[in-house]
């Protein structure tokens, strides 16, 4: 008997929305507490101070903006578990074009503010089913969105490293999103049915050839937190260090991941 099909995972557009609002407007909140000494801080993406970085979360989100000022696309040709792998084709054109906005945009909270009422008339203006022509390819609107919260609560947590005892909170559904689209690009790089990943309260996934798991406790388990597990997908953390911290289990001939990670670079 062949094994069952895995069920594409679906994302409510509504909460999706109030995701990466809620979540921009963390971080907005947070910008305006900032000082001049903290902006220039260093964070842990080369050659970016926080001022770079704040600039870089807005460019993500008016990312959806500049896809919708392009012509639509004649068909959608990409799925949303494409966009993980296709991030670092452009890495050198968005180290300058951040730099630029952090350049032309000293006040970083009206850059924001901006941001925010851009992205809130563009998606009252055209439906979730709106083809853009993103990196990764033709992918509709509501699906572009999900990936707007993986750069939102990845660089909010880059932010929070960058400055001591800021702790920009993360909006609970789009780190649910975040969490599920990147435990969902794993099971696609590596697919199989050996080895469970954990991600508590919000993921679970079968990935790995080998012997599938039907029932009992699975032979090969890693379980870890929601941060814990996009900081390994980003290359944010590593594997080994994870461990060592006990900020991962992993039990199993089949649950070292180090070779998987990261996904997105």
């Not at 557009?13 to 000082?35: C, I």
């Not at 993980?84 to 630029?100: E, L, M």
Request: aromatic share 4%.
């Amino acid at each position: 008997m062949p094994p069952a099909k895995k069920r594409t995972r679906t994302y409510d557009p509504a909460r999706t929305r109030t995701a990466v609002l809620a979540q921009l407007g963390n971080v907005r909140q947070a910008v305006r507490t900032l000082t001049p000494e903290q902006l220039g801080l260093p964070t842990r993406l080369p050659g970016w101070t926080v001022r770079e970085l704040v600039a870089h979360i807005g460019m993500a989100v008016t990312a959806v903006g500049r896809s919708l000022d392009r012509p639509e696309p004649a068909r959608q040709d990409a799925v949303l578990l494409d966009w993980p792998f296709a991030t670092s084709a452009n890495s050198s054109a968005i180290d300058d074009f951040t730099r630029r906005l952090a350049g032309d945009h000293p006040d970083l909270d009206a850059y924001l503010a901006d941001v925010e009422q851009g992205l809130t008339g563009q998606l009252d203006a055209y439906p979730g089913t709106r083809l853009l022509a993103t990196n990764a390819g033709a992918l509709p609107l509501a699906d572009y969105l999900v990936t707007r919260t993986v750069e939102l609560v990845v660089h909010t947590d880059d932010l929070n490293a960058a400055v001591p005892g800021l702790d920009v909170p993360h909006d609970r559904q789009a780190l649910a999103a975040a969490t599920r689209l990147l435990a969902d690009a794993l099971a696609v790089k590596a697919p199989g049915g050996s080895t469970e990943v954990r991600i508590p309260p919000f993921a679970v996934v079968q990935c790995v050839e080998g012997p599938r798991h039907t029932r009992g406790t699975p032979p090969n388990v890693v379980e870890t937190d929601p941060l814990t597990w996009i900081r390994l997908a980003t290359g944010r953390t590593a594997w080994h260090d994870a461990l060592r911290d006990a900020e991962l289990s992993a039990g199993g001939d089949r649950a070292d991941l180090s070779g998987l990670l990261p996904l997105m670079a």
